[in-house]
């Protein structure tokens, strides 16, 4: 089984592909989808969708673990994390394969 696991944010989406087989894990490559500061929040959210669709399409993950959200006291940061995320979530659905 391959699997995708997704660290989401807006500046940095961390992403690992790892093979499970007899019991045991072996890591196929892992990286960020980086977005620039200055860039528009948009264009940032276009940016982690495009990455993440061509690297789902190039190692076709069967399952997907991504990390849930937890915030302390910075409302602006969460409501952009959680934008990404549910980019993140949509192009997931959308390039999933079976089992997602």
């Known amino acids: 089984m391959r699997i995708l696991g997704i ?3 807006f500046a940095i989406t961390g992403f690992s ?8 894990f072996k890591l ?4 960020a989808i980086l977005t620039e500061a200055h860039t528009s929040f ?7 969708y495009n990455d993440l669709t061509n690297i789902i399409e190039e ?5 997907l673990s ?4 937890f915030f302390n006291n910075n409302a602006k940061t969460a409501i952009n994390v ?4 549910g980019v993140i979530l949509v192009a997931t659905k959308l390039k ?3 089992n997602f």
């Open 82 to 85: 959680a934008q990404a995320r």
């Open 66 to 69: 991504i990390e849930e959200l």
């Open 7 to 9: 660290d989401p944010g």
């Open 59 to 63: 190692y076709k993950p069967d399952a």
């Open 28 to 31: 196929i490559t892992a990286g």
């Open 17 to 24: 592909i790892i093979d499970y087989e007899g019991n045991k």
């Open 42 to 48: 948009p264009l940032r959210l276009e940016k982690i």
């Open 96 to 98: 999933r394969s079976t």
